[in-house]
């Protein structure tokens, strides 16, 4: 029989409640599970080749994300930051000092706030809105983008940069 060590997590709630995920996504439940850093998230910190291509923060959160069946790239750029935020947190603590118009403060990280937004808006689970211009007055449709959004957004704009 043999033992497995399981290490310790935390649930960190999302801003976006889960309210635009399928209701069959795990993501859809408003939380996901972490886990604390350990000396492989390190390396990764670390990893010259993540940092050159520009996936080393990705590849620390699916690292750190431990949630069953949870997609790193499912994930809503807000809640991402979120993630992002609480892996700094849980890793390293909730103070960060910054320098300010030459002064040292220090940040509590714990203490930033989410963006409020009127969830009723949300009730359908549907990540598509509609919206008309106010100057023009055409209609238009857009979505909250996910991290595979915004990497393909990412690829398209360096294929028109060649």
Do not use: C, W
Request: charged residues 30%.
């Amino acid at each position: 029989m043999a033992n497995t060590f399981k290490l310790p997590t935390e649930t960190v709630l999302l801003p976006s409640k889960g309210l635009l995920y399928p209701e069959d996504s795990p993501l859809a439940k408003g939380e996901i599970e972490m886990k604390y850093m350990t000396a492989k998230e390190e390396d990764i910190l670390t990893n010259q080749n993540y940092i050159q291509s520009g996936v080393v923060i990705d590849k620390l959160l699916e690292s750190l994300i431990v949630t069953q069946g949870a997609s790193y790239n499912d994930l809503l750029i807000g809640d991402k930051n979120a993630v992002m935020i609480a892996a700094r947190i849980l890793s390293y603590g909730k103070d960060y000092p910054i320098k300010y118009r030459g002064e040292e403060i220090i940040v509590d990280l714990s203490e930033l706030n989410h963006k409020e937004i009127d969830f009723e808006i949300l009730k359908d689970r549907k990540n598509q809105f509609s919206f008309t211009l106010p100057n023009s007055g055409v209609p238009v449709t857009f979505k909250v983008l996910n991290h595979s959004d915004e990497k393909g957004i990412e690829a398209e704009e360096a294929g028109l940069e060649r």
